[in-house]
């Protein structure tokens, strides 16, 4: 069966370091996002991605974030200077595109701002 | 705009027991619902979903029904299996959008 794969597992940075999140969505989808959830708090949408571009954001992702699908196969997730609030579980997750469709999920990342 | 609201855990049962896990959401319209699970050490998996009020979703001896009277998707399961220890998330899209709107999770501990 199909998966949505994500690199590192676990990623530990310096604050204000930059980090590239890694994620392969699942061939045929054409929707991709960016969800993260902080340690005990719900999972918070950050972004989605369709047509090589931005389709809808959240208040979250702001300046220091920005996505790219750089090749037909990987999406990531560029934070350009981390600070020690960016520590969260990143997931990805694809989707064919209608309301109703399942969104397939990545095991996350891991980040780890010191 | 749209959110749910799910009970807080964690919850912890013996095996064979009742599982009931609440939901209630606020929304324009009906838009569909969703619960995800999350095993230990893996990503958001699909669990169930309905498209439509009144609807019911079922997967795995897992049941929801979409009930706009009480604006609700509680999670039921009737006998529940140590397998089945992970985290639960209720889910709807936002006004507009595909992004979905998640709730904080209740986690499911369930006990040989």
């Known amino acids: 069966e199909p998966e949505v794969t994500q690199t590192p597992s676990h990623q530990v940075t310096q604050m204000g370091q930059e980090v590239i999140l890694r994620c392969v969505p699942i061939?045929?989808?054409?929707?991709f996002y960016w969800y993260r959830q902080i340690l005990g708090q719900k999972v918070e949408f950050l972004v989605s991605?369709?047509?090589?571009?931005?389709?809808?954001k959240s208040e979250i992702f702001d300046d220091q974030f920005s996505v790219e699908r750089p090749d037909g196969s990987n999406f990531t997730l560029k934070i350009r200077s981390t600070k020690l609030e960016d520590s969260a579980m990143y997931f990805c997750?694809?989707?064919?595109?209608?309301?109703?469709?399942?969104?397939?999920f990545g095991p996350g990342t891991r980040l780890t701002v010191t | 705009g749209n959110s749910v609201t799910q009970m807080e855990g964690p919850v912890t049962l013996s095996e064979e027991a009742f599982l009931t896990i609440n939901c209630t959401y606020t929304a324009t319209g009906y838009p569909s619902l969703f619960w995800y699970v999350q095993y230990p050490g893996e990503g958001l998996q699909l669990l169930l979903k309905a498209t439509k009020a009144d609807d019911k979703g079922s997967n795995k001896g897992f049941e929801a029904t979409y009930r706009k009277e009480t604006t609700s998707f509680h999670l039921e399961k009737g006998s529940v299996q140590v397998s089945d220890s992970a985290v639960y998330f209720c889910a709807l899209p936002p006004n507009s959008g595909y992004a979905l709107n998640f709730g904080k999770g209740t986690s499911l501990l369930v006990t040989p």
């Open positions: 997750a694809s989707s064919r595109g209608s309301l109703s469709d399942e969104q397939y």
């Open positions: 061939s045929n989808h054409l929707y």
């Open positions: 991605f369709y047509n090589n571009e931005i389709s809808e």
